[in-house]
């Protein structure tokens, strides 16, 4: 091997393991990102509710039927107590009929 080719050659290895330093510890930043999330969404999967739907207790109607009518209903996140999702809102829904509710969170 001559002088010359091993000067080329350590300056491309020197080229290629930077590249590659870089471009791991980009790979790092992304992976402690997606591990934080997942330990996120995990917390929040694992967060007992306060409400158990699986509850027995209580009284148990045989058969619903009826109007629903909500009046001046005002409703937060508990995560998010910044941001009302409803304020003050009253809405009727007559036995029988379907409703959709659509909304966007400023
Ligand atoms: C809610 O709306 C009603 C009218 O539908 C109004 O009289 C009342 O003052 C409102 N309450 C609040 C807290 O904004």
Known sequence: MSPIIGIRGVFFALLLATTGISQTSALAS???KARDSAISIFEIV???SKIDP???EGQV???VRGDIELRHISFRYPT???VPIF???SLSIPS???HMLCFSIP
Request: proline share 5%.
């Open 30 to 32: 992304d992976s402690a």
């Open 46 to 48: 694992d967060r007992k």
């Open 54 to 56: 699986g509850s027995e």
């Open 61 to 63: 109607l045989e058969n």
């Open 80 to 82: 998010r107590p910044d």
């Open 87 to 89: 304020t003050n809102l």
């Open 96 to 98: 029988g009929k379907v």
